[in-house]
């Protein structure tokens, strides 16, 4: 079975988000209409710099409902089912996930954890272990289709043997409230490491297209200066409030 790897790719965002933000903010305070102002947003009368520091102030103060008008819409591949079982736990979002009712899973790729990959005794096992279950996918697969369950029909059932390692492929879209929600819980060094690389690599993407919104973001301990997950659960990176 085929070894494969994270993927990320950032396929959409909206329009202008910078310029859009601003004026959401702007209409709280403001007595006039802001799509009056809009046309002077985008042909840069109110610089950048002054829109992106009024709205880091604003954010600062914890308002930041406006930034919900923002989504970005992210294409993954190369990642666990068991990363997106713990993906789709993060509810305001969109989901489209590749169906193993429609995909044949017989050459299925799968993930290997680097505590197993680096481990020879374990990764020999695994890696058995994978090759054992492709085997059983497609014998299950042919018994079925001799008894004239056909293509999705011989999927659906088959693909019950399949592990959690299995790799799959996700479009997801999320707005910026929520994917500041996203990276505070994922990129936590307390994260598993298959969906925090998910998060720090979103990220990435985000900042490098609003970072009035996402320079800061990450991890709650990085912005706060300390852990607030209390004793019990700290990673010691940051000192306890």
């Given at each position: 079975?085929?070894?494969?790897?994270?993927?990320?790719?950032?396929?959409?965002?909206?329009?202008?988000?910078?310029?859009?933000?601003?004026?959401?903010?702007?209409?709280?305070?403001?007595?006039?209409?802001?799509?009056?102002?809009?046309?002077?947003?985008?042909?840069?009368?109110?610089?950048?710099?002054?829109?992106?520091?009024?709205?880091?102030?604003?954010?600062?103060?914890?308002?930041?409902?406006?930034?919900?008008?923002?989504?970005?819409?992210?294409?993954?591949?190369?990642?666990?089912?068991?990363?997106?079982?713990?993906?789709?736990?993060?509810?305001?979002?969109?989901?489209?996930?590749?169906?193993?009712?429609?995909?044949?899973?017989?050459?299925?790729?799968?993930?290997?954890?680097?505590?197993?990959?680096?481990?020879?005794?374990?990764?020999?096992?695994?890696?058995?272990?994978?090759?054992?279950?492709?085997?059983?996918?497609?014998?299950?697969?042919?018994?079925?289709?001799?008894?004239?369950?056909?293509?999705?029909?011989?999927?659906?059932?088959?693909?019950?043997?399949?592990?959690?390692?299995?790799?799959?492929?996700?479009?997801?879209?999320?707005?910026?409230?929520?994917?500041?929600?996203?990276?505070?819980?994922?990129?936590?060094t307390r994260a598993q490491w298959e969906i925090?690389?998910?998060?720090?690599?979103?990220?990435?993407?985000?900042?490098?297209?609003?970072?009035?919104?996402?320079?800061?973001?990450?991890?709650?301990?990085?912005?706060?200066?300390?852990?607030?997950?209390?004793?019990?659960?700290?990673?010691?990176?940051?000192?306890?409030?």
């Amino acid at each position: 079975m085929p070894q494969t790897g994270l993927r990320v790719e950032l396929l959409a965002h909206t329009p202008d988000p910078l310029s859009l933000i601003y004026a959401a903010f702007r209409q709280c305070y403001h007595a006039g209409f802001v799509a009056d102002m809009w046309p002077r947003l985008l042909n840069g009368e109110i610089s950048r710099e002054k829109q992106g520091e009024f709205i880091a102030g604003l954010m600062e103060s914890g308002h930041v409902s406006p930034i919900e008008h923002v989504q970005f819409t992210f294409a993954a591949s190369g990642v666990s089912r068991a990363l997106t079982h713990q993906l789709v736990r993060h509810r305001i979002a969109s989901y489209s996930q590749q169906s193993q009712r429609y995909v044949d899973g017989s050459n299925f790729e799968h993930i290997i954890p680097p505590a197993i990959a680096a481990n020879p005794k374990a990764r020999e096992r695994f890696e058995s272990c994978m090759a054992e279950i492709g085997d059983a996918y497609r014998d299950i697969k042919a018994a079925l289709e001799e008894d004239g369950r056909n293509g999705s029909r011989a999927n659906e059932d088959a693909r019950f043997v399949l592990p959690q390692a299995a790799a799959s492929r996700i479009v997801l879209t999320m707005n910026c409230r929520s994917l500041l929600n996203f990276f505070e819980h994922r990129c936590c060094t307390r994260a598993q490491w298959e969906i925090q690389a998910l998060a720090s690599t979103m990220l990435t993407l985000c900042r490098e297209v609003l970072p009035a919104v996402f320079e800061s973001a990450g991890a709650r301990c990085e912005r706060l200066g300390y852990c607030p997950e209390g004793e019990k659960f700290t990673c010691g990176r940051y000192p306890l409030p």
